[in-house]
Nanobody, 118 residues
């Protein structure tokens, strides 16, 4: 099982970015999916998670600015980020709770850099 994240980049404050994360491999079932971020010198923190049915959960810092979604047919999750702020600068990681080969495990993507300039 592999997670491939994409869509990061450099954007000015107030701008938007859309992150994508595709899960590949011999997958039986994908349960919750999520996005986390880690800024320099800080611990990794939850940004947003989403259930298989599409129910979202957001960190307070991103509510009303970020939207998480998923396409179960494509095994892909997305993070639409609007109204970006310099404090959103971080490496963003996707994860997914995946059942494959009879085992259930949380897998992580490689991370994608998001930089917001003031």
């Amino acid at each position: 099982v592999q997670l491939q994240a994409s869509g990061g980049g450099l954007v000015q404050a107030g701008g938007s970015l859309r992150l994508s994360c595709r899960v590949s491999g011999s997958i039986f079932w994908i349960n919750d999916m999520g996005w986390y971020r880690q800024a320099p010198g800080k611990q990794r923190e939850m940004v947003a998670t989403i259930t298989p049915g599409g129910g979202p959960n957001y960190a307070d810092a991103v509510k009303d600015r970020f939207t998480i979604s998923r396409d179960n047919a494509k095994n892909t999750e997305y993070l639409q980020m609007n109204g970006l702020k310099p404090e959103d600068t971080a490496v963003y990681f996707c994860n997914a709770l995946v059942t494959a080969g009879g085992l259930t495990h949380t897998y992580w993507g490689q991370g994608t850099q998001v930089t917001v300039s003031s």
